[in-house]
């Protein structure tokens, strides 16, 4: 069964627009915003920074954190500069989000990133079809599986989540196609044809350092099946291709060293021993968490459903292997390995137990699943099972999108939104948890930010209890590493500004204030303080900071919630 190049073009268009059309309406709907997307404005727009110190910021001052001034329009200097500072990712990205915003100077909208993230699901989407549709050599299984992925939470959660990795996973599968491409050529490949994958490195490397790791996987299967095959001019054609593009991409940003093998932030920063068996807990506690990020985004959130499907799919291809003596075929292989490669390695890896790192790699997991149900089909020889996948699969998207809350829509604390004063005061610690709460900050008249030095002392207990009803064997190396990073892995001096409340004469002049108290800080010292030192002697409790006990993969408690605050209203 198979349908025609035209009317394949014009469903897949179809798809992409509906798609597309879904993640919007959740777009429209999300409520806050994790740190990071927040991070991303500032680090593509502004080298503007907010008084941290217990001085004032105006509303102003945050939408001008966030935005471009007419006289920063189209600076790309600028937003290479904040990525050598910030010292986390390369610039690409960070300079088409600038470009967006420029058009928008002394603005800030959520969707202007997004505006970036539809563009590139659609590439997403399209790059999709033409790599199912070289596997199969059939357009009507090529457009099944990229529905499949488009009406997926996962496809929603990349689209609305304002950060590079929609573009990454871009870059990712346009690799994998342009792979596939020179492959089948043998020795035909045109010039063309290498000077889009040099330009794909290129780009890729410029966007995240995780394309880094695709590009090796993909790279090191086409070197042994083209070894295989003697296709040794394109090989060589291919070899210098991979090293132009990333010469390239280092003569352009040659911090890409320094940033991949450990710079001055995070974990590579931080100077604790972690014993073997909390490495192995650890590890098998990853695995566990994306395994149920993973059934999350593509299994309506059940983890039976995904063990189901992983032991349907082992066991009909050893059927295929050894009982019809099937091979995976070698565009096949070169599609679906590196991205299960990529997927366990980045869960073993990660900084964070997050879905934004396995993403590029879920495009292509959802695509093995659904050739491998249509291969079922057409094993069986019964064509009313053919003619069931894309209605089942439909069910299946649907209930997912009913049942299934995408990530990173919060909007469940909303009151937060809506200031009980005009003035507001963010008490937080050296990690700079301000950053997260800033959309909501922007609308108060003003906000003082302070820090204090006391850290939670509850934090690190919470924390190992948290691990151990996990299964990570922790002795100990949870404190020790709150330890290292509050103390070094921040590269931060512990301040304390806490005097500020008691002197500033705007906050003795108010009869009420907001007041945000980080989760990272002593929450019953910062209010003794308030109380002892100010005239503001009683408090009510606005907005109660979520618990870890709430949720299974402690990552969730930083992207499913609005604040990680306790906020309060004084008088």
Known sequence: MNISDKKSRIFLAVVIVLSLALSTVFMMNKQGYHEDELLTYNLANSANTLKTDGEWNSGADFIDYLSVSDSDRFNYEQVYENQIIDASHPPFYYGLVHTVCSLFPNQFS???AFSINVLAMA??????????????????YALIATGAFAFSIACTTMTIYLRMYATLTFFVLSMIYMNLKIYERKNTAKFTDFLILGLITLLGTLTQYYFILFEGLTGLIMLVFQIKERNIKDLIKYIITAVLGSAAALCIYPYIITNVLGGKRGFGSLSISIDPITVVTYFAY??????????????????????LCSVALIG????????????????????????????????????????RYIMASLPMLVTVFVLALIKFTRVTGKKWLTTAVPICLAVTCAIGYITVKPYYMYGVKTELYTPQTSKCVFVGTAMLEWNKSIDKLANYDETM??????FSPALADELEDFAEKR?????????????????????????????????????ANEKEITVYISRLADKDKVIKYITENTKFKNYDLISKDYSFDEFYNWYDYFVETESYCNVYKFY
């Open 110 to 112: 959520r969707y202007f």
């Open 123 to 140: 590439g997403i989407l399209i790059m999709l079809f033409k790599i199912v549709k070289r596997i199969t050599k059939n357009n009507l």
């Open 286 to 307: 990853k695995i566990g968490t994306y395994i149920q990020v993973l059934a999350k985004d593509v299994f309506l959130n059940q983890i039976w459903l995904l063990a």
């Open 316 to 355: 009909f291809w050893i059927y295929l292997r050894f009982v019809r003596k099937e091979k995976l075929s070698r565009t096949a292989f070169m599609a679906f390995v590196p991205s299960l490669v990529y997927f366990v390695a980045i869960s073993l890896v990660s900084p964070f137990n997050s879905d």
């Open 449 to 454: 930010i302070v820090q204090t030095a006391d």
């Open 471 to 507: 299964g990570v064997i922790t002795n100990g190396k949870i404190t020790e590493f709150m330890d290292g990073y509050m103390n070094n892995g921040s590269e931060k001096e512990k301040t304390d500004s806490m005097q500020a409340l008691k002197t500033d004469e705007k906050l």
